[in-house]
Structures are given as structure tokens and as C-alpha cells.
């Protein structure tokens, strides 16, 4: 311990600069300072933004907002209302805005002491643990919905065993879409955290350490609040993906109104015969993520990193 | 200014790439015959594809197969094709209706089974056995023809089912049998038999109530008429017939 934070080398995050010395004095004390200034520094370069960056931002901002430009001006603004008074529509909002909020309860129980696994725990094969953690990423989601079948089914390795020990079965259950909605989306949260911890200054936790708090203590007390402001993102991004989960959803639990009929699933259906209720429903579902993401950057993300 | 060019490079590179996905859409011009086909007759049209490349050295056929309720909707908003055959008149009505094709004949008839697992978990052997709560059913979602086609025969037989989902085209529900998660499906004769022995067929009276017509059509605005002529021609001539009898099609 003593060893660690008063030398510059062994340090990731050391000091670069010119300020070792003193930041060597005190470790950890100056660093959010130090932060801070780097950030205002950055701001503050002036001058014209460079054209090679401009414009493919500029291009990129367009690719992404055009599709939606479609759908607002397509949409069937006058049976709007009608529309989306019916039933079904409110009965997938709701089943979809219940679904993607538990998968993310689910991603963060599971996923933010598994990010804090892979930044800080020492232990064979933890590359290819990070690696298998992007496995969901990569995976078409219908494939992924395959997998769960395949392990969660009512033949599955562990769905057998579900259902004669407990006579729980998951495929085309509610729960169900909360599973395949949690194996989507959880690698955005634990990158996330991972990403966050691996930022965030260790000497906190040592110092937190030396002054007799336990591992668990220093993580609850000290890790855990340093590195919200990438939790919360984290679980902002999570929710999202969850939302729009479409693939593993209808692969592993199905279709069905009332229970696993996600908004992105009636959306789907919608299209097969009615592509004006499709748009009506998307925009629903745009509307809310949109209303829903905005106010949570504000409070939370925004003001974290703001 | 190295990190400059090589932005460059990486714009100019994704301008080829978005060039050649539209070049590939172009492309399907002479010689190629787009086809738009419904699942259930991915094996029978793929053998007759062949034989028709067979006949014609040079020519080559696509398809795309998916829901005829789903495929009438990308012609409906343009997608270029020569041919569609659909699994049910009414999904064929959007594209003549949308005014893409002249009259479609009909080319052959489908009729549902009851599709269960090899080793019949539930113990089905007649329609009214899916009435059963403790049966798990799958049907075709309402929309596409296995679906409403299911809603017929169930409404014939006076059978109230609830299923515990509603896929999105045959395959999607058959795969459902195939895998055992539900003990029961009301598919196509045609897919017990291209599940090749996974699932086991029943038939039931009320299916008759039920038959699927399944009609194909040139769409007027094909891009290669003639070559999506030949291939309907293929489709009805006495080969084409034994192709799709052979897949489980009632032929005429």
C-alpha cells in the first residue's frame, strides 16, 4: 500500500503535467481538481471548428434524424387520437415501459458488481470473460433468443430443471420478456461501469482501505457514489435497448397480447397489414424514450458530467 | 495531415460502400428474376428455382421469402420484384389492389395440421385437444394467412383456443413445435413435411373449412417481365405441379 501511491509509476491514472511532486504529497486530493482544470482547458481552445470533423458530424446528425423526420411526417396525424386510444396500444406501452424497467433493476443487480469484477479483481481468464460479456452485442438478438430457448426452454438445460423442480416455465411468460430484454441489454450497463471504474481514481479506495474500511465498505461507500455518473448512463442506455428489444424478445417468450406483446412486437405485427398503426405506435414508442431519456440526462447524467 | 487523408479515405470508403449496396439493388435487371414468395413455399419454389437456371444457362433467380402479408408490403412501398406469390388471396388483394399486377391465378392449395412433438408430450390427437388449458398451443398471428386460416377452422370446429403466442409467419410457429416449447400448432401440411420427421402432422376434418388458395401473379412493373413469365410458367406447368405435390401443395 505504501509502496503504491506515493510514486507516480505504478500509477494508471498518475499524474502527468508537471505536477507529480505535489500530487505525489497528497495523493488523490488534488486529482478532481486536477480534473476539473483539464476539462476547463479543453473548453476553452478556440477557434473555428476544423471542416474534417464538421462535416461528418453534421452528416452523421442527419443520417440519424432523417428516418425519424419520415415517421413524423408520415404518420396519420389525423387519427392520431383514435388510434392511439385504443387499448392495445396502452396494454404494449405498458407491458414494454414494466419489462425494460425490471431488465435494467435485473442488469444492475447483476451487472455493476460484474463490471466491478472485471476492472478490479485479479483472476484467470478475465480477458475472456470481458470478451464473452460483449457475446449479447454481437449476437443477432434472434439468435440470442434461440440460446435462451436452447438453455431456458421447457427442454432447455436449465428450463428442464425449472420447470419439474419449481414448475416454473419462462418461454411465453412476462418474465420471460424480461430475460431476453436483460440478456440484450446487459453488456451497455456493465461497459458502462467498467468503463467508469476503470476512470475513476483507485488511491480513493485505497485510502478508504488503509483507514480500515473493509472491500465491500470502500465499494459501497467510496467506489459506488465515484462512479454514478456512469451507473446511471449506464442504466439510461440499458433501459433503452431493452425497450426497443425486438428479436430475442418474440424469439424466446413469444407473442402474445396482454402478456409478452411488446410495443417493438405490435409494431412488427402492425406492419404486416396496417403500416399507418406501425408508425402511430412507433412514435409512441419515441415519444416516451425521447421524454424519458431527455429528463433523466438533465437530472442525472447531465448534472454528473455537466 | 496524415490524420486528415486517412478521414478522407474513411469517407471515401463508406461513399463506395453505400454505392455498391445501391448497385446491388440495380443490378437485378436482365437475367434475374426477383421473386417474392411466402415461407411455406421456401423448398418447393428454391427446387423449382434451379431447374428453371437449369433450363435457362445465363439466368439466375432470388428470392425472397418471408410472410405474404409482409412481403405485400414491400411491394406496396416499392421493393423491386417480378413475381409474388402469396399464401392467401387476401394477401395477394393489397398488391393487385395497389394496382402493382393484373389478375393471379391460383396455383396451388395448402391445408393445415395439427403439428406436435415427435413424442406428443400432451397427448394431442384431435383439434379439440388444443382447447385444453394445460395444452400449449401456437398459432399463426392473425394477420398472416396460417393465422387467419387457424381462426377459420377453429371458428368451424366451435373451438375456443388460447394460444400462449402468435408468431409472426409458419416457420416462426412451426420452429416453436420443433423445439418443444409448446405441445401443439396449427401449421401447414407443407411444413410438417419440410420439418423432415421433427414434428409429427395430424389432420382434422375442419380443415377443409380451410384451405388456402395460393395465387401468383407478374407484377406489372417487373423489371424483367419476360424471365418472371417463364418462371409462372414454370410454377404451372406439369413439373412445377409435381415440385409442389411433392412438398404437400394440393395441386390441380
Redesign the interface.
Known amino acids: 500500500m505504501t509502496g503504491r501511491g506515493d510514486g507516480p509509476e505504478g500509477e494508471p491514472q498518475g499524474p502527468a503535467e508537471g505536477e507529480p511532486a505535489r500530487a505525489a504529497h497528497v495523493p488523490g486530493e488534488r486529482e478532481p481538481n486536477r480534473a476539473v482544470r483539464v476539462s476547463g482547458r479543453s473548453v476553452k481552445v478556440s477557434g473555428r471548428a476544423p471542416w474534417?470533423l464538421v462535416v461528418?458530424a453534421v452528416a452523421g446528425l442527419v443520417f440519424l434524424v432523417l428516418p425519424l423526420v419520415g415517421l413524423v411526417v408520415r404518420a396519420p396525424w389525423s387519427t392520431l387520437p383514435s388510434r392511439l386510444a385504443e387499448p392495445h396500444v396502452l396494454e404494449a406501452l405498458r407491458l414494454s415501459l414494466v419489462t425494460a424497467t425490471a431488465a435494467t433493476v435485473i442488469c444492475l443487480l447483476l451487472g455493476v458488481p460484474l463490471a466491478w469484477l472485471l476492472a478490479r479483481a485479479e483472476f484467470p481468464g478475465r480477458r475472456i470473460a470481458r470478451a464473452l460479456v460483449t457475446v449479447p452485442l454481437v449476437l443477432p438478438p434472434v439468435v440470442g433468443g434461440?440460446a435462451l430457448?436452447?438453455v431456458l426452454?421447457?427442454?432447455g438445460l436449465v428450463g428442464q430443471w425449472l420447470e419439474s423442480t419449481f414448475g416454473v416455465s419462462l418461454?411465453?411468460t412476462t418474465a420471460g420478456v424480461i430475460v431476453a430484454e436483460a440478456f440484450v441489454a446487459m453488456p451497455f450497463l456493465v461497459i458502462s461501469v467498467e468503463g467508469a471504474l476503470r476512470a475513476a481514481d483507485r488511491r480513493y479506495e485505497e485510502a478508504a482501505a488503509t483507514l480500515g474500511a473493509s472491500r465491500w465498505t470502500a465499494f459501497r461507500r467510496v467506489t459506488l457514489p465515484l462512479v454514478m455518473p456512469g451507473v446511471l448512463a449506464g442504466a439510461v442506455l440499458c433501459w433503452a435497448r431493452a425497450l426497443g428489444e425486438f428479436g430475442a424478445t418474440?424469439?424466446f417468450?413469444?407473442?402474445?397480447?396482454g402478456t409478452?406483446r411488446t410495443m417493438p412486437l405490435a409494431v412488427?405485427?402492425a406492419?404486416?397489414?396496417e403500416?399507418e398503426a406501425a408508425i402511430v405506435l412507433s412514435l409512441v414508442l419515441l415519444a416516451v424514450s425521447v421524454l424519458i431519456l431527455a429528463s433523466l440526462r438533465d437530472r442525472w447524467t447531465g448534472a454528473a458530467t455537466g | 495531415m496524415p490524420a486528415?487523408r486517412s478521414?478522407?479515405v474513411m469517407?471515401l470508403g463508406a461513399l463506395t460502400l453505400l454505392a455498391g449496396g445501391c448497385g446491388s439493388g440495380a443490378e437485378a435487371g436482365k437475367g434475374t428474376v426477383t421473386v417474392f414468395a411466402a415461407a411455406s413455399l421456401t423448398g418447393a419454389f428454391t427446387e423449382l428455382g434451379q431447374a428453371y437456371e437449369r433450363a435457362r444457362p445465363g439466368t439466375r433467380v432470388r428470392f425472397n421469402f418471408g410472410?405474404s402479408?409482409?412481403l405485400a408490403?414491400q411491394l406496396v412501398?416499392g421493393a423491386p420484384a417480378d413475381v409474388f406469390a402469396a399464401a392467401s388471396p387476401a394477401t395477394m388483394k393489397t398488391v393487385t389492389d395497389a394496382g402493382l399486377a393484373g389478375p393471379a391465378a391460383v396455383f396451388a392449395r395448402n391445408k393445415l395440421r395439427i403439428a406436435v412433438p415427435k413424442d406428443n408430450p400432451a397427448g394431442v390427437d384431435s383439434l379439440a385437444d388444443l382447447a385444453d388449458p394445460k395444452v400449449?398451443v401456437?398459432l399463426c398471428?392473425e394477420?398472416?394467412p396460417c393465422g387467419a386460416a387457424a381462426v377459420k377452422a377453429l371458428a368451424a370446429a366451435g373451438l375456443k383456443v388460447k394460444?400462449?403466442?402468435?408468431?409472426?409467419d409458419v416457420k416462426?410457429t412451426l420452429a416453436?413445435v420443433e423445439?418443444?416449447?409448446?405441445d401443439a400448432a396449427l401449421v401447414y401440411q407443407t411444413d410438417v413435411l419440410a420439418s423432415g420427421g421433427k414434428v409429427a402432422g395430424l389432420s382434422f376434418p375442419e380443415a377443409d373449412q380451410a384451405v388456402n388458395d395460393y395465387p401468383i401473379v407478374v407484377l406489372t412493373r417487373a423489371p424483367d417481365a419476360e424471365g418472371a413469365r417463364g418462371f409462372v410458367e414454370l410454377v404451372r406447368s406439369a413439373q412445377g405441379q409435381a415440385v409442389l405435390a411433392k412438398a404437400g401443395f394440393q395441386t390441380s
Not at chain 1, 253 to 257: I, K, M, T
Not at chain 2, 163 to 168: A, G, H, K
Open positions: 474534417v461528418p434461440v430457448l436452447l426452454g421447457r427442454r418461454p411465453f418474440i424469439t417468450a413469444g407473442n402474445f397480447p409478452t412488427y405485427l406492419l404486416e397489414t403500416p | 486528415k478521414i478522407v469517407l410472410s402479408a409482409t408490403q412501398q400449449k401456437a398471428a394477420q398472416v394460444p400462449v403466442t402468435l408468431e409472426q416462426a416453436k423445439l418443444g416449447e409448446v
